[in-house]
């Protein structure tokens, strides 16, 4: 009976490890078993870890097309050609008026407003919805037989947020935006000109857009155009100017979009455990609010994550595993900047 016990009790000594709780690393056998490759052994972390990012490059902004619209007390933009759900948006609307809130349509957020005495300009952007419908802008006085002349453009692969923006009012026969500077890289620049006596030629340096004119007669006119280009950034931007016949009081708006993010990819790599008997590795990524777990393959020194938020920091934990055992976390932080 005593031989039976002796050997039941090194049975439970020797399948002890397979009940260890999964959070110690190390084991020992207290038996004579000196072929277990566990007696007296330690699951070893990986090492020499290193995360780096690699970053996938969207498109630049390209402008799909423009259209214009002139009234009197309001305007209706239609939406440009081919306008697709997602592009971006911007409205440019010009009136005989000065420190005038307008009523935009549902879903148009002013950028910005510049007046100058008899002549102003409001600037709207929008994320075009699928079928987006023609946009009226009205001046608050019901009624009002004031002039108006607007612009719309849409842009495709630009990020929907907010943009940069500025606005000086002038006087003469030439209109100049003013310089801006951005922080961002391969941006689209939008110069925008309204003035009273236009038309307006069309700007010096980058692409017209549009132009268009109403009414008649010293102080009524309204005329507008539209411009724009690429600047590579960050820095600042280059002062563009639009001429008219006739000196007279103007405004001049400068408009920055922010291309669309980059797509940041986290890339790391790792010298693999020298503990033979581990069976793969658990990889942990935390960052953005979110955490999320991987398994992967004994022998597996590499692995690619993605996407991720650009300028989100994020921390990875790798450790070596055997079943629920794990070794010990070894960690590395990575901010992607694309």
């Excluded at 007390?73 to 420190?99: E, I, K, Q, R």
């Amino acid at each position: 009976m005593a031989a039976i016990v002796a050997v039941l009790a090194a049975a439970a000594l020797l399948l002890a490890p397979t009940v260890l709780d999964g959070a110690h690393a190390s084991f020992s056998a207290t038996t004579a078993n000196s072929g277990d490759a566990w007696a007296a052994d330690q699951l070893q972390p990986p090492s020499n870890l290193t995360v780096s990012s690699s970053c996938t490059l969207t498109p630049t902004i390209a402008r799909r097309a423009s259209s214009t619209a002139t009234g009197a007390g309001s305007v209706t933009l239609p939406m440009p050609a081919n306008t697709t759900a997602g592009d971006y948006l911007l409205a440019h609307v010009g009136y005989h008026d000065d420190t005038q809130t307008l009523i935009a349509p549902s879903g148009w957020q002013l950028v910005g407003r510049t007046d100058n005495t008899t002549i102003a300009s409001n600037v709207y952007w929008k994320e075009a919805g699928a079928n987006e419908p023609s946009a009226t802008f009205r001046h608050p006085t019901s009624g009002s037989t004031l002039y108006f002349a607007g612009g719309v453009t849409a842009f495709r692969n630009a990020r929907l947020v907010a943009p940069l923006f500025a606005g000086v009012p002038g006087s003469s026969d030439t209109a100049t935006t003013p310089s801006v500077t951005t922080q961002d890289k391969n941006v689209q620049v939008v110069h925008l000109f309204t003035k009273t006596q236009g038309p307006l030629d069309p700007a010096s340096g980058g692409a017209d857009f549009y132009g268009t004119s109403t009414g008649t007669g010293d102080g009524v006119h309204v005329g507008i155009r539209g411009a724009g280009e690429t600047f590579g950034g960050p820095g600042s931007t280059t002062p563009r100017s639009a001429t008219a016949l006739e000196s007279s009081r103007w405004v001049a708006q400068v408009v920055v979009l922010q291309r669309v993010a980059d797509t940041a990819t986290a890339n790391l790599s790792w010298t693999p455990t020298p503990s033979t008997w581990a069976d793969g590795y658990r990889l942990e990524r935390a960052g953005g609010g979110a955490t999320t777990s991987s398994t992967l393959a004994a022998g597996t020194s590499s692995v690619s994550q993605g996407p991720l938020a650009d300028g989100t920091a994020y921390t990875f934990t790798l450790t070596a595993a055997r079943n629920a055992w794990r070794s010990s976390p070894v960690t590395r932080t990575l901010t992607p900047d694309c």
